[in-house]
Each structure stands twice: as structure tokens, then as C-alpha cells.
């Protein structure tokens, strides 16, 4: 509001000079009355980066504890996600302070997921990528049980997905990490390359191409720090592209044959 006045009072008395300088003065008194003095925009790139780690590592530590235990393999699944950070040793500590908040047996989810879509919740790759980190979680001890699963409903309605959406997403994100590593070799490989892309051997050529290029986009670098990711976790995004690269790859050599 007081950008627009501004630029209107500086045009009437100085020309196109004061107009752009009451422009600039405005929206310093509009940040400063919608934040404060020094205040952060709350939607701001930054303000989103630490939400969503907070977020996805109190997550992880509750989706860990949902069957009762914590595994060794889901322990080392939260290690190896911190290396590909490459966090510091002091952020490490933070890392585990937020896991082990959300191992507590009586912590509830809501307010943090609350807080994570008042400041994530109008970018929808952010949603879905802590969706997909959750979900490879949840598959880093092999397989998800019922609780894991359970929760994982929950977590994905509070994000704004119903279960048959969820569902659809889980089973891409499974098919994904059969070729995590590598292509896979097993005999119902290019079975799970379409269930990788969300599609089946009866889409078209077009159809397949299109879910592909879909499911790239969306693992994006560039459009994933734009709407807020912390730029140390691009490298898992970018593990779930060649993962999906590579079931496309394989669905395209077996059509060419």
C-alpha cells in the first residue's frame, strides 16, 4: 500500500526519480509494518529452508519410533541422509535434538505440520519432496509395516492428499528405489519402471513421455530451491531423478524393441 502512495507523492514532485525512490521508501514502511522492525518476511526462501529440515528430521524420528523401535538400518538411513547434507557438527546435534523430539512416544504431529504448511504449504514440490523423503524412510529397513503406513496416511492428509493420492505416490516412490544404484536387473524390472512413472504398459508412447517429463521437472534443481529447498538436499532429489531416469531409459529401449 504505502509503495504505491509513495510512488505517486515522489511522480507528483519529482518525476520518474521520486517516484521510483517513494516506491522504495513505501516498501520499507510495508515490511516494517507487516514484519517489524529487522522482522523476516515468514514466507521468505530462508525462513522455508529451516522449516522444512526441522520439519522432515522430527518426521523421521517419529516416523522411526511408529512400530515401537528403532531399527539399526533406520538409524543408519538418518546418518547417511546428515553426510549428504554434509552438515556441521554442530548442526548434526540439532539434527538429533529435532529426531529425538519426534521419537517421544506422546508427541503429536499436527503442530508441526500445521507450522510446515503455513510457511511450505503453497508450494506443492515441497509437499511432495517431504512426502518422498518420508516415504524412503519409511523403506530404509526394507519394507513398511502397518504403523509406518498408518502414520504415513496421516501425514500425507495434513499435507492435503487423500489416500487414494498417497497411495499412487507410494508405489512410484517403491518402483523408484528398485533402481536406486543402478538399473535394475531383476525379472520384473520393467514392471516396475511404469509403476515407477505412475503409469502401465497400455499408456501411450505420449502418456509415458509425459509422466517422465513430469516426474523430472519435479525433482528439479533449479525449481526446487526456488520454492525453497535447502540447497545441501538437492543431491537426494537428484538421486530420486536418476532413479527415475533410469526406469524411463528402460521403458524406452523395450518399446524400441
Not at 96 to 108: H, M, N, S, W
Request: aromatic content about 8%.
Amino acid at each position: 500500500m504505502f509503495r504505491l502512495v509513495g510512488a505517486l507523492i515522489g511522480f507528483y514532485f519529482y518525476g520518474i526519480f521520486g517516484a521510483f525512490l517513494g516506491y522504495v521508501l513505501g516498501n520499507i514502511v510495508d515490511r516494517i509494518r507487516a514484519y517489524g522492525v529487522g522482522g523476516v518476511n515468514p514466507l521468505s526462501s530462508g525462513h522455508r529452508q529451516t522449516v522444512f529440515l526441522e520439519t522432515i528430521f522430527i518426521l523421521m524420528g517419529k516416523l522411526a519410533k511408529a512400530d515401537g523401535h528403532i531399527s539399526k538400518d533406520e538409524i543408519a538411513h538418518v546418518e547417511q541422509f546428515m553426510q549428504k547434507l554434509g552438515m556441521s557438527a554442530e548442526h548434526r546435534q540439532q539434527g538429533i535434538a529435532l529426531f529425538k523430539r519426534g521419537t517421544v512416544p506422546d508427541f503429536e504431529v499436527e503442530p508441526t505440520l500445521k507450522q510446515f504448511m503455513a510457511v511450505c504449504g503453497h508450494t506443492h514440490s515441497l509437499k511432495q519432496m517431504l512426502l518422498v523423503y518420508l516415504i524412503v524412510m519409511a523403506l530404509s529397513d526394507g519394507r513398511i509395516d502397518s504403523a509406518e503406513e498408518r502414520l504415513l496416511i496421516d501425514i500425507a492428509r495434513q499435507l492435503g492428499y487423500d489416500q487414494a493420492a498417497f497411495q499412487h505416490m507410494l508405489e512410484m516412490v517403491l518402483n523408484q528405489t528398485h533402481f536406486s544404484g543402478g538399473q535394475a536387473s531383476s525379472a520384473t524390472a520393467l514392471e516396475d519402471a511404469y509403476k515407477a512413472l505412475g503409469v502401465s504398459k497400455e499408456s501411450s508412447d505420449q502418456e509415458v513421455k509425459r509422466a517422465y517429463r513430469k516426474l523430472i521437472s519435479q525433482y528439479h534443481p533449479d525449481k526446487l530451491i526456488g520454492q525453497g529447498l535447502p540447497e545441501d538436499m538437492i543431491a537426494v532429489a537428484t538421486e530420486q531423478a536418476k532413479e527415475v531416469q533410469l526406469a524411463y531409459d528402460l521403458i524406452a529401449k523395450s518399446r524400441k524393441q
